[in-house]
């Protein structure tokens, strides 16, 4: 029943879009890694500060689809993060952004991960949202920051291409 619940409200979140201004962004990286070693790093069960600067700590409640994780920001404030799809056979999930600082509401972000061959993988992180409080291009601005700084600190372990 719980699945179902997150299901509706993340087409809730989705049909929402269609009457007001959206903004998207997606970065891609490739890495000489494979896909399971970087599935692994970047897997939504893993602790966040990890792979992203901005975050000092984070906590993860729950496993599976319905899991929560508060990431605390570097200088102050919360982002709290929920699994609304998790696929460890094709290496993706999706998430939600429930509360945040962040110039932003209705986010629904993607993380998967392909493998290229042996030693060779890719990743890309993807995110839609509205804007709050910002003009679009403020807002991608941000986000697009955000996910630059996830792929540099993924850089830092695993060679990029």
Same mark, same amino acid.
């Given at each position: 029943? #719980?699945?179902?619940?997150?299901?509706?409200?993340?087409?809730?979140?989705?049909?929402?879009?269609?009457?007001?201004?959206?903004?998207? !962004?997606?970065? !891609?990286?490739? &890495?000489?890694?494979?896909?399971?070693?970087?599935?692994?790093?970047?897997?939504?069960?893993?602790? *966040? +500060?990890?792979?992203?600067?901005?975050?000092? *700590? $984070? @906590?993860? !409640?729950?496993?599976?689809?319905?899991?929560?994780? /508060?990431?605390?920001?570097?200088?102050?404030? +919360?982002?709290?993060?929920?699994?609304? %799809?998790?696929?460890?056979? $094709?290496? *993706? &999930?999706? %998430?939600?952004? #429930?509360? =945040?600082?962040?110039?932003? @509401?209705?986010?629904?972000?993607?993380?998967?991960?392909?493998? /290229?061959?042996?030693?060779?993988?890719? /990743?890309?992180? $993807?995110?839609?949202?509205?804007?709050?409080?910002? +003009?679009?291009?403020?807002?991608?601005?941000?986000? $697009?920051?955000?996910? @630059? =700084?996830?792929?540099?600190?993924?850089? +830092?372990?695993? =060679?990029?291409?």
């Amino acid at each position: 029943m #719980r699945k179902i619940i997150f299901y509706i409200a993340v087409l809730a979140t989705v049909f929402a879009f269609s009457t007001s201004v959206k903004a998207d !962004t997606e970065i !891609t990286a490739i &890495y000489k890694v494979s896909a399971d070693k970087l599935w692994d790093l970047v897997q939504f069960h893993k602790p *966040s +500060e990890n792979i992203m600067p901005p975050i000092e *700590s $984070s @906590k993860l !409640t729950g496993n599976g689809v319905g899991a929560i994780k /508060l990431n605390n920001l570097k200088g102050g404030g +919360e982002l709290v993060l929920q699994l609304v %799809y998790f696929s460890p056979k $094709s290496k *993706s &999930y999706n %998430y939600v952004i #429930r509360t =945040s600082p962040l110039p932003l @509401k209705n986010y629904v972000g993607q993380v998967r991960v392909e493998g /290229l061959g042996k030693n060779r993988s890719k /990743l890309i992180w $993807s995110g839609v949202f509205e804007p709050k409080g910002v +003009e679009k291009a403020k807002a991608d601005e941000i986000v $697009s920051g955000f996910y @630059k =700084s996830i792929i540099g600190r993924i850089g +830092e372990k695993y =060679s990029k291409e």
